[in-house]
């Protein structure tokens, strides 16, 4: 990919991710359901325009690659989402304080996933039998999802907050919003940074299998770093416009153990015969498809649960 591809597009994200966590941060409340729908239909079509672009100028294969990744990318962090929803839920934190921990929480998605993407990419070029790990491991994901019962918050248990308590003791007190405060010249964290580590733990175990996904389906660094990226931004907004809605979504986590299994199989069957990039786009389709519509079935009054 071009030089000019990258500084158009670090441009072009980074007034994007500007205008998202800063500008918009200056609210004084959190968005409401109606602004959430607005902005998540802003971000979408944010990124089917960057797609047309990349169709216009780098062609059909590396727009459909694109779109693929995008796709598989929301897909899998529906997942995600439950997982912020358990967690606000365990410590009852009012909304306008989640819009603030997500805002930090995804600008350290973003630098995590390009940690990720480029280092992913290296180490499939570097050791091919990585695509037979990594298919394996989407594999071994979607079948331990399978298994999980239910969604648990047990921040005694998380080893990064663990190890930063032991730099620094906590209070209970919110304290307005504030990520530390300093009594008696210490420095203590609040009930908020706590829920930021667990945000960004949360997403760095999903990292790790949305990742190697991605790069099953595309292993050119542009378009698996800005197809990442597209589906990030928007995350905010989608958790707020899902958030009461998330809990009736009974299949979705069945869609991305469908989608996981999937994608490592097409990860380690490529190996041995060409799977072709509108296949997997169908496939991806399909199973979002069918377990938003058998959620709906399952929640109409025809069907109470």
Not at 124 to 151: C, D, N
Request: with cysteine; charged share 15%; aromatic share 20%.
């Amino acid at each position: 990919m071009g030089t000019l591809f990258w500084i158009l597009f670090s441009f072009f994200i980074f007034g994007a991710v500007y205008f998202d966590l800063y500008c918009l941060s200056k609210r004084k409340r959190a968005l409401s359901l109606q602004e959430a729908g607005l902005w998540t239909i802003s971000w979408i079509t944010l990124a089917l325009f960057f797609n047309l672009l990349i169709y216009l100028f780098l062609g059909s294969q590396k727009a459909l690659e694109f779109f693929t990744a995008y796709l598989l990318e929301k897909s899998l962090s529906l997942d995600n989402l439950f997982v912020f929803l358990v967690i606000f839920s365990y410590f009852d934190l009012p909304s306008f304080f989640q819009y603030k921990v997500l805002k930090w929480g995804i600008l350290g998605a973003l630098l995590m996933r390009a940690l990720f993407i480029f280092g992913g990419i290296w180490l499939l070029k570097s050791f091919h039998f990585l695509f037979y790990v990594f298919g394996a491991f989407l594999i071994f994901s979607g079948i331990r999802l399978f298994f999980q019962k239910r969604e648990k918050v047990e921040p005694e248990k998380n080893l990064f907050l663990r190890m930063v308590r032991k730099i620094a003791p906590s209070v209970e007190d919110l304290k307005e919003g504030r990520f530390f405060v300093k009594k008696e010249k210490m420095i203590y964290l609040t009930p908020l940074f706590v829920i930021l580590i667990l945000i960004e733990s949360s997403d760095l175990v999903f990292a790790l299998d949305s990742i190697p996904a991605v790069l099953a389906v595309t292993q050119d660094p542009f378009l698996a770093y800005t197809s990442n990226t597209f589906a990030i931004l928007g995350l905010r907004a989608l958790y707020f416009f899902l958030a009461g809605f998330l809990p009736k979504f009974v299949y979705l986590k069945k869609g991305v153990i469908f989608l996981l299994i999937f994608i490592g199989l097409k990860m380690i069957l490529g190996q041995f015969y060409h799977i072709p990039i509108t296949f997997s786009l169908i496939v991806i389709l399909i199973i979002l498809t069918i377990s938003i519509l058998f959620s709906l079935i399952k929640r109409s009054p025809i069907h109470p649960s």
